[in-house]
């Protein structure tokens, strides 16, 4: 499984200094700020989607469900691009966060006595 790898950390890092001049101006909080608004920004789609699952509010703001499928998931890029920018200012290297990411599937669906597990890279 590959959602984080060397290649874009490095072209994420690459864009995130000529964004910011300097990555070494926002601390861990400042990344870990900017990553929950990126949360707050997708789940603010999903309260779109939930009207029209319920079709409550749809005339207020709310885009057609093709438009906001298509945000849910441009949300969720930012997500883990911020995410990956947080783990840098950490750290975390894009490995080491796949192989914790597998095991700690594995670790909760082992504990609950499921079959589902993520195959661990040697």
């Known amino acids: 499984m590959i959602i984080f790898s060397d290649a874009i950390r490095l072209i994420n890092q690459k864009r995130c200094d000529r964004w910011h001049n300097n990555k070494e101006d926002w601390t861990l ?3 870990g700020n900017a990553l929950a608004g990126e949360v707050g920004e997708l789940c603010n789609v ?3 989607l939930r009207r ?3 079709k409550v509010s749809l005339e207020y703001n709310t885009p057609e ?3 906001l499928i298509d945000n849910f998931a441009e949300e969720v890029a930012d ?4 995410l990956d920018l947080l ?3 950490a750290g975390v290297k894009p490995y080491t966060l796949e192989r914790i990411l597998e095991q700690k599937f594995n670790e909760v669906s082992q504990a609950q006595g499921w079959p589902d597990l993520i195959i661990e890279r040697g």
């Not at 997500?79 to 911020?82: D, H, I, K, R």
């Open 29 to 31: 909080g400042d990344w």
């Open 46 to 48: 999903v309260k779109k």
């Open 52 to 54: 029209h699952e319920s």
């Open 65 to 67: 469900l093709n438009v």
């Open 79 to 82: 997500v883990l691009l911020y």
């Open 87 to 89: 783990c840098w200012k």
